[in-house]
């Protein structure tokens, strides 16, 4: 009978060939990014907000039933005001983020919207009577 490796084993061989391989795996997927992403996210930011959803379900085990087209980016961020744009390197504060309305339910298109990376890092995993609240707080502070 065949003796199948365990998967701690392979995990451990996939570490060493990566530290020994380190900028290797690092030009292949740079290479990779770039194939797959850049050439159209200059013009639709989508695609790449779609597959990163995708992972992000399978990894937590939530329902995923929205398409390319479920997405809508719009001009201005809903929540804070602010113009959007499409980063080159990385996520600023004015990229196109994929917020779940509500966390405890799935990517479904009911739940999803796009707000700026900036409002979807503060609005994070606090409800609404916590961000009301801060609102309120941040107000009476300026005054």
């Known amino acids: 009978m065949k003796e199948y490796k365990t998967e701690e084993y392979l995990r451990e061989r996939c570490k060493a060939y ?4 380190k900028e ?3 030009q292949r997927q740079k290479a990779y990014y770039h194939r797959v992403t850049k050439p159209s996210l200059k013009q639709d930011p989508r695609p790449r907000m779609w597959a990163s959803a995708r992972n992000r379900a399978n990894k937590k085990n939530i329902e995923f039933t929205i398409t390319l087209d479920d997405i809508i980016v719009p001009d201005t ?7 959007m744009a499409v980063a080159e390197g990385g996520a600023l504060g004015s990229s196109p983020s994929l917020d779940r309305v509500d966390n405890k339910l799935g990517y479904i298109k009911t739940n999803i919207h796009v707000i700026s990376h900036r409002a979807n890092y503060l609005k994070g995993s ?4 916590e961000l009301i609240s801060m609102g309120k707080y941040a107000g ?4």
């Open 24 to 26: 290797r795996v690092k």
């Open 18 to 21: 990566y530290h020994r391989n």
């Open 126 to 129: 606090a409800t609404l009577d």
């Open 77 to 83: 961020c809903p929540m804070l005001g602010i113009p």
């Open 140 to 143: 009476e502070i300026k005054q």
